[in-house]
């Protein structure tokens, strides 16, 4: 029987190869625009964030490039991808007179495969796709009338993270060019989560100067200097247009 399995994947080899070399190779470049949703931990209030239980941050607008190397009905994809986001508010609940304003910043490189479907006499090529995603996340934090923080800009140490998105669109074709409309789940910090704060911070600042989604080794419900209890899910919802020229 093994003699027969082998010849089996031989053959199947030998047509998935001649059906890639007889499929038209398209390279496909250009600029995106579109809208991040930061969802799971990465939502939230401002009291949220001071609360250290999650990020507390608000949608904005991102930008980027998107290429494609298409093959058949298989794309091999890379984006780049910058997101300023934002939020600021009331840092402690009782408090009204404490705020917070919240800056991260992430710059996403996507690089994976797409699986896309043909439709007979139609322009749209619908397409579902997996990529590995290699994040960096930056930006700052200013507390005003905040009791033990202090009331000036705080810098955040920048960060990686490694992640997976998923993600459902189509390629829309218009003359020599195409539209690419997606929807995307990022799971930026799947493979990576820390806690990067000084195990034996003096106050509560030290929290603020690094992404810290991991767990605080020394957290504690009454240590105002540590308030990270629990692991925090980096994730987004992110909706894409690029427009794409051929090569």
Avoid: C, W
């Avoid at 190397?69 to 009782?94: R, T």
């Avoid at 998105?165 to 799947?190: C, H, P, Q, T, W």
């Amino acid at each position: 029987m093994k003699p027969i399995k082998y010849f089996s994947f031989i053959f199947a080899f030998i047509l998935l190869f001649q059906s890639s070399s007889n499929a038209q190779l398209k390279i496909l470049l250009g600029p995106a625009i579109g809208l991040t949703t930061p969802t799971v931990d990465y939502s939230g209030d401002a009291t949220d964030y001071y609360a250290g239980t999650k990020y507390g941050l608000r949608s904005s607008i991102n930008f980027g490039a998107m290429g494609k190397v298409s093959l058949g009905p298989i794309n091999f994809n890379l984006s780049a991808i910058y997101s300023p986001l934002s939020n600021d508010g009331i840092s402690i609940p009782d408090k009204p007179n404490s705020s917070v304003e919240i800056k991260q910043n992430l710059f996403t490189i996507g690089l994976g495969t797409q699986f896309g479907f043909n439709i007979p006499l139609s322009p749209i090529k619908p397409y579902v796709g997996l990529e590995l995603l290699f994040t960096t996340i930056s930006g700052s934090t200013k507390f005003q009338g905040t009791e033990t923080v202090q009331s000036s800009a705080i810098d955040m140490e920048t960060a990686s993270r490694t992640g997976l998105g998923f993600s459902a669109g189509a390629e829309i074709k218009i003359f020599s060019m195409a539209l690419d409309v997606s929807l995307r789940y990022n799971l930026i910090n799947l493979f990576s989560k820390n806690y990067d704060g000084p195990i034996n911070a003096t106050t509560r600042d030290e929290v603020y100067k690094h992404l810290n989604d991991g767990v605080d080794p020394q957290y504690s419900a009454s240590d105002v200097k540590h308030p990270v209890g629990d692991k925090r899910t980096i994730a987004t919802i992110q909706f894409e247009l690029g427009i794409l020229f051929g090569f």
